[in-house]
């Protein structure tokens, strides 16, 4: 569609965009043309996944922060499928005129480029560091009635009855289950994998006792630990958690050099112009710091992460690195 034709379709799909929260462009050809940018341009956070889900939710709550820094239209749009892959392509095929970034969760950019047959992007080459956003931890539940108390029992257990230990995820190639299959490899254990469609459902298991464990993230099962549906083992960042605080670490626990999280960062495509990078990456940090998207965030179950381009690309690097070998046994999509 050419740009003489859709000026007043753009415009529209714009204010309903804005109205409804969501990122609608009739006109994303034309603008992928335009390799400069001014303050009129739409700028939008692709999301590669569904709304509703937490990377969405949280590209939502940033949006309007970020736009007020820049002052500039900023959207969200959704386009999901392959574990977040095709959002991220979309943006690293873009024009890089600023007007197109990727809002991503960490398993995009770290555990899918070795879990994809045809990764439609290489994560490092085809994109660039803008910002990070959030981290994120996990924790390990357990059944509370099964007799496996303790990561060390957990092993235990494991090793003198391979496979019989069974942890639920939200599906192949999660963060959740990629957190058991680190811990399987640490420990040198064979433990069964139980995939559902999202945590809920396997969370739901595990109260129930039709499996021993699972892996979530803290802001979502610190409500089934404090009512006492599950007991909580560990937390798998280096550190232990503010809101759990009786809770060890992995390391603590006995699983050596065992370190996890999860993260959303923005990426733009490899050729964003340094000015572009380094004005986002100025204006994300302000709309970091304010109180209000802060107290949002926390909220949330977040933590704010806030810095330079470069502590993303290298966190994203370290853990590309980190995923390879422990999803060399996982069956390629």
Not at 154 to 181: C, Q, W
């Amino acid at each position: 569609m050419k740009q003489s034709t859709c000026g007043l379709w753009g415009a529209l799909s714009t204010v309903l965009g804005s109205a409804l929260g969501l990122g609608v462009a009739l006109c994303a050809p034309a603008q992928a043309q335009n390799t400069s940018q001014s303050n009129t341009q739409i700028i939008k956070l692709v999301v590669g996944y569904a709304a509703g889900g937490p990377v969405d939710t949280t590209a939502r709550l940033f949006a309007p922060h970020l736009a007020r820094e820049l002052g500039q239209t900023v959207v969200v749009e959704n386009r999901p499928g392959a574990a977040g892959a095709l959002g991220g392509d979309a943006v690293a095929k873009s024009a890089p005129n600023g007007a197109l970034l990727f809002f991503s969760a960490s398993p995009t950019m770290t555990i899918t480029p070795h879990l994809l047959k045809a990764m439609p992007f290489d994560p490092i080459k085809d994109l660039v560091a803008v910002a990070p956003i959030v981290s994120y931890t996990n924790v390990l539940v357990v059944n509370k009635d099964q007799p496996l108390k303790t990561v060390p029992e957990l092993v235990a257990f494991a090793k003198a009855n391979p496979g019989k230990v069974a942890y639920g995820s939200a599906g192949i190639g999660a963060s959740n289950h990629l957190s058991a299959e680190l811990l399987a490899l640490r420990t040198g254990t064979e433990m069964t994998h139980v995939p559902y469609k999202g945590n809920a459902p396997a969370m739901t298991d595990v109260i129930g006792g039709q499996i021993n464990m699972m892996f979530d993230i803290i802001s979502t099962a610190r409500g089934y630990v404090a009512s006492g549906r599950v007991r909580a083992v560990a937390v798998t960042s280096r550190e232990r958690n503010a809101s759990m605080p009786e809770v060890p670490t992995m390391r603590e626990a006995g699983v050596p050099d065992y370190d996890v999280g999860g993260w959303f960062g923005i990426f733009g495509p490899a050729k964003l112009p340094p000015e572009l990078l380094g004005r986002y990456n100025a204006a994300t940090v302000k709309a970091l710091a304010s109180d209000e998207l802060k107290a949002k965030l926390t909220e949330q179950g977040y933590d704010v992460w806030s810095g330079p381009p470069q502590m993303l690309a290298e966190r994203t690097a370290k853990e590309l690195a980190l995923w390879g070998p422990v999803t060399k046994g996982i069956p390629q999509q």
